[in-house]
């Protein structure tokens, strides 16, 4: 799979504390590697939205278009669970 980033994705990430960026960078080279492994959780929601664990207090979301994830935004698990799909 391709990941891009949406600019939306980079304000939010900027505002992250800084251990948590590290390991931001870190779920994302492991998706690069292996998009299904079992430790990120990747699943595809309502609307091609995909989801990606980032520990246990953050998540990620992406919109799938084919092989292709637009990441558009990252932030608390609280806050995720505010969006609806």
């Not at 505002?15 to 390991?23: F, H, M, Y």
């Amino acid at each position: 799979m391709i990941g891009k980033t949406h600019r939306r994705f980079w304000k939010a990430f900027e505002k992250l504390p800084v251990p948590i960026q590290d390991l931001a960078r870190e779920k994302y080279a492991m998706w690069k590697r292996d998009p299904f492994h079992p430790s990120l959780g990747f699943e595809e929601r309502r609307n091609n939205v995909c989801v990606v664990r980032i520990g246990d207090h953050y998540r990620a979301l992406g919109l799938r278009e084919g092989d292709t994830v637009l990441w558009f935004w990252i932030g608390t698990h609280e806050d995720y669970n505010r969006f609806r799909f």
